[in-house]
């Protein structure tokens, strides 16, 4: 089966441009995640939609933040206007278990570089 | 303080030789833990992953070991090879209400050398 796939793998924007990331999961995988790592940091935890639903957004870190998954399948994580702080690799996971614990754990995209200069 | 701790930060080794890899956590409610490699330039992959009955659980030459009364967990690589070179991160996972919950430790960067 495909993997998740992530658009584009590197973007570079000046500060106050906006940016579109894209996360194509596996097929039929409700569960869709969107995770960060800042330079130097843990991977972190951004939101997670139940096909089209936000379920948990409480890793957003501020209102330039917008992700969407219009009709469950792709999501787009846009950022306007980005800042600099925003810079670091944007992940994006898949899995089919929704209210059990998974065991068979998540797939991960490669995840998109993001630069602000 | 993150909640998930790694140790060592960056670990370098001569192929075929082995190491073990550290995790402590204080995330609680637990879940499940996990193992991940991260190669450069690509998304993590699983590599073990075990529930808090779960002592030992072993992939090829990965074997993790977790003890849930100290929240500890190891990861250790027998007879390293150079492709083993990446991050190793220790995940540790929540089950809330709505659905897992991960948190990531900063992770081990490992080198095997010649």
């Known amino acids: 089966e495909a993997g998740v796939t992530q658009f584009p793998s590197h973007s570079v924007i000046e500060k106050g441009q906006t940016v579109t990331l894209r996360c194509d999961p596996i097929?039929?995988?409700?569960?869709l995640y969107w995770y960060r790592r800042v330079m130097g940091k843990e991977i972190k935890f951004l939101l997670h939609?139940?096909?089209?639903?936000?379920?948990?957004e409480s890793g957003m870190p501020n209102n330039r933040f917008l992700a969407e998954r219009t009709g469950g399948t792709y999501s787009t994580l846009k950022v306007q206007p980005a800042e600099l702080e925003d810079s670091g690799v944007y992940f994006c996971?898949?899995?089919?278990?929704?209210?059990?614990?998974?065991?068979?754990?998540?797939?991960f995209g490669s995840g998109t570089r993001l630069t602000v200069v | 303080k993150n909640q998930v701790e790694q140790s060592p930060q960056s670990l370098i080794i001569l192929e075929g030789k082995n190491c073990t890899l550290q995790?402590?956590?204080?995330?609680?409610?637990?879940?499940?833990l996990r193992w991940y490699k991260q190669d450069t330039g690509r998304g993590p992959v699983s590599l073990t992953i075990m529930t808090f009955s779960e002592n030992t659980k072993s992939n090829g030459r990965y074997t993790a070991t977790l003890d849930a009364d100290t929240k500890q967990s190891s990861l250790h690589i027998t007879a390293s090879q150079l492709s083993d070179s990446a991050s190793y991160i220790c995940?540790?996972?929540?089950?809330?209400?709505?659905?897992?919950?991960?948190?990531f430790g900063t992770g081990t960067q490992l080198k095997v050398e010649l």
């Open positions: 995940v540790v996972t929540v089950f809330t209400g709505g659905g897992n919950k991960l948190t």
């Open positions: 995790c402590n956590y204080t995330v609680s409610p637990f879940s499940n």
């Open positions: 996971a898949s899995s089919q278990d929704r209210d059990v614990p998974s065991l068979r754990g998540y797939t």
């Open positions: 097929s039929g995988h409700d569960n």
């Open positions: 939609f139940v096909k089209e639903s936000k379920q948990d």
